[in-house]
């Protein structure tokens, strides 16, 4: 049996087998998940700053934020308005309001568990999500919006408020003392199960993770498929 599912219904599905007895012990199941320190905002734009018309693809530009010693620190992606297609009202709101979307690798430090009928995902505020306010207000001033930036409290952690790329929880690893599947998919203890999702993911990718979880499903089909059992 293959788990690809989607991270949050990959760890779903197999929280709620372990809980209800169906598959035994798993564990470092939920461990070392992450929200991937995306984030997204929308500023108020004078009108003269954005397109009467947009035609093409939905992504104007991406911009790579070096950190520490010229590594990659997050990344923004500047789409162009109007974002949502749809009633005359929406066009025209966002014909003021400008889309900025930011990802940064996260700690990978959250947790995902099994409560009743569903998961509880506890997850703690990024550093990197600060940086990434930074940057989106930054480009949004150099971009015409005259309002001041936010004044954020030195040293506190902001919270993401949504995820794009959840990743992690059933982390690929060398053994089950440190996590849940080998470098075949397969779950440790538990032979014929594989996972082949995001989930199994053990560290940040440094872009949209969709590539990297192709290239690993296909390596773990063709693991499948040489498997002499």
């Known amino acids: 049996m293959v788990l690809a599912a989607g991270t949050l219904n990959t760890l779903r599905i197999l929280l709620r087998s372990v809980a209800a007895g169906?598959?035994?012990?798993?564990?470092?199941?939920?461990?070392?998940?992450?929200?991937?320190?995306?984030?997204?905002?929308?500023?108020?734009?004078?009108?003269?700053?954005?397109?009467?018309?947009?035609?093409?693809?939905?992504?104007?530009?991406?911009?790579?934020v070096p950190g520490a010693e010229n590594e990659f620190d997050h990344q923004i992606l500047i789409p162009t308005s109007p974002?949502?297609?749809?009633?005359?009202?929406?066009?025209?709101?966002?014909?003021?309001?400008?889309?900025?979307?930011?990802?940064?690798?996260?700690?990978?430090?959250?947790?995902?568990?099994?409560?009743?009928?569903?998961?509880?995902?506890?997850?703690?505020?990024?550093?990197?999500?600060?940086?990434?306010?930074?940057s989106l207000d930054r480009i949004a001033r150099e971009l015409g919006r005259k309002k001041a930036p936010r004044q954020a409290e030195p040293g506190k952690r902001a919270r993401p408020w949504l995820s794009f790329h959840p990743l992690g929880?059933?982390?690929?690893a060398a053994d089950a003392s440190r996590g849940v599947v080998n470098f075949r998919g397969e779950v440790f203890s538990h032979p014929g199960l594989y996972v082949g999702d995001a989930s199994i993911f053990p560290t940040m990718t440094i872009a949209g993770p969709q590539l990297s979880v192709s290239a690993l499903a296909s390596w773990i089909t063709e693991r499948i498929v040489k498997d002499p059992a």
């Open 22 to 64: 169906r598959l035994g012990p798993i564990p470092r199941l939920g461990q070392r998940f992450s929200m991937a320190g995306d984030w997204v905002a929308f500023y108020r734009m004078p009108r003269e700053s954005m397109p009467e018309e947009v035609k093409g693809h939905i992504m104007d530009a991406q911009i790579r």
């Open 83 to 134: 974002l949502i297609p749809g009633s005359w009202l929406l066009r025209n709101i966002q014909r003021r309001l400008m889309p900025l979307f930011g990802f940064g690798p996260d700690e990978m430090n959250g947790q995902v568990s099994w409560k009743g009928q569903g998961v509880v995902v506890r997850h703690e505020p990024q550093a990197v999500v600060r940086r990434l306010q930074a």
């Open 169 to 172: 929880g059933c982390c690929m």
